[in-house]
Structures are given as structure tokens and as C-alpha cells.
């Protein structure tokens, strides 16, 4: 399949973008490298980044929820998932209540997107 376009990042709407930048910041090593106030944007190696888009009335999603649905989610490996638990909760995620699987956890960020940490 011929390709049409290049994915170079997620965006995620919040109430506010440089809190929640630093969080994931925090998670991935990765830096800010654009602070415009109402978006900010991490520099990656990887290829693919993720930014952050002020959004004044926010509501987070409610997972799992057919009323306010998660509608996306992150993913972000790791090799211990204990471990990484302890690391994400000290940056401010919470666990979510739900837990469907046994390789993977799934969190709420700071300003309540599910991400998952999944034992690679």
C-alpha cells in the first residue's frame, strides 16, 4: 500500500496543556520543546510526539463508560509493571477501577485520559 501520509503526533485536549505536558514528560523522558500556552508539544526521537491542547470546558472521559467514552488511549510499554505502576502513581495518574487484563494496567492522567502500561 502506498503511503499518503506520515502520523507525527497525537494531540489530547485539557483544561491545562504545560501541567499535563509535564506529566507525560515525566513518563516518557522525553522534552517540551514548544510552550505556546494553549498547546504545547514534546520533542521525540521516535518519530511520533504528543501534544497537549488547552480545552477550557473539558470533561474527561469516564472508562469504562458508554456516556462519556475513552474514545482513544496511549500505550506506553514497559518491563515491570509493578514498577512502573509506583513510577506513574508518583507522577499523579490514578488506577483505574476497571482492570480487563493481566499484561497490561490501565491509569488515568492527570486531567483523566486512560493510558495503559503493557508488560512487553
Not at 39 to 60: E, H, K, M, N, Y
Request: negative net charge; charged residues 20%; glycine residues 8%.
Amino acid at each position: 500500500m502506498t503511503e499518503i501520509a506520515r502520523w507525527t503526533l497525537v494531540a489530547l485536549d485539557c483544561p491545562d496543556p504545560r501541567s499535563l505536558a509535564d506529566f507525560y514528560a515525566a513518563l516518557t523522558g522525553w522534552e517540551v520543546a514548544h510552550d505556546g500556552g494553549d498547546w504545547v508539544q514534546l520533542g521525540s526521537d521516535a518519530g511520533a510526539t504528543i501534544a497537549f491542547q488547552r480545552s477550557p470546558d473539558f470533561q474527561p472521559p469516564q472508562w469504562p463508560s458508554a456516556e462519556r467514552p475513552q474514545q482513544a488511549h496511549l500505550d506506553f510499554d514497559v518491563s515491570d509493571l509493578d514498577t512502573g505502576e509506583a513510577q506513574v502513581l508518583a507522577l499523579g495518574a490514578r488506577k483505574a477501577e476497571v482492570q480487563p487484563g493481566t499484561n497490561f494496567r490501565v491509569y488515568l492522567d492527570p486531567a483523566g485520559h486512560p493510558f495503559c502500561l503493557v508488560l512487553v
